[in-house]
T-cell receptor
């Protein structure tokens, strides 16, 4: 069965360290997204990609970067982790066009920055 | 600006019916989505409306009024497993999803 997986599921790191969260999907979807979810906020878009070599900034992109070298993977990198980046991170994918809003989510990665 | 409003929390009784409302203001509109999210889990897709009216899917129905910028999710014959957060999201003219903060639904026996 097709799926979308994230790793690690839990991560504790220190302020200033570089962290990479992996996301791998086997749906063969062109669209991939990274969100963060914090109490009291809706899902907030960090970065997204509509295909290989395409990346775009979302509403909360500062301090994060992504790269898309193939269809299956969209790793999220925190260049220098900050305590404000403690959150639950969700990767998601979707088809294009009308189906863009029907997202398939990974299980989430809980990141704690001390 | 773009905005989605939905109640923070609702409580209902097992076996009853509950309606979760959502109002949206977006730059253009390409559809309204509802997702369910159990605590500690990822959101999962429930429904999609792009035309006015009611879409029924088993115990869950979703309604849309484009002229009013309004949607609701109707859950019938509530079960304890329906205890979850329900997320409303609108697809804007750039095909970007604008998310509400979610409604936490508590089901009591």
């Amino acid at each position: 069965d097709a799926e979308i997986t994230q790793s690690p599921r839990h991560k504790i790191t220190e302020t200033g360290r570089q962290v990479t969260l992996a996301c791998h999907q086997t749906w063969n979807h062109n669209n991939m997204f990274w969100y963060r979810q914090d109490l009291g906020h809706g899902l907030r878009l960090i970065h997204y990609s509509y295909g290989v070599q395409d990346t775009n900034k979302g509403e909360v992109s500062d301090g994060y970067s992504v790269s898309r070298s193939n269809t299956e993977d969209l790793p999220l990198t925190l260049e220098s982790a900050a305590s404000s980046q403690t959150s639950v991170y969700f990767c998601a994918s979707s088809l294009q066009g009308r189906d863009t809003g029907e997202l398939f989510f990974g299980e989430g990665s809980r990141l704690t920055v001390l | 600006g773009q905005n989605i409003d939905q109640p923070t929390e609702m409580t209902a009784t097992e076996g009853a019916i509950v309606q979760i409302n959502c109002t949206y203001q977006t730059s253009g509109f390409n559809g309204l989505f509802w997702y369910q999210q159990h605590a500690g889990e990822a959101p999962t897709f429930l429904s999609y409306n792009v035309l006015d009216g009611l879409e029924e899917k088993g115990r869950f129905s979703s309604f849309l009024s484009r002229s009013k910028g309004y949607s609701y999710l109707l859950l019938k014959e509530l079960q304890m497993k329906d205890s979850a957060s329900y997320l409303c999201a609108a697809l804007d003219s750039n095909y970007q999803l604008i998310w509400g903060a979610g409604t936490k639904l508590i089901i009591k026996p």
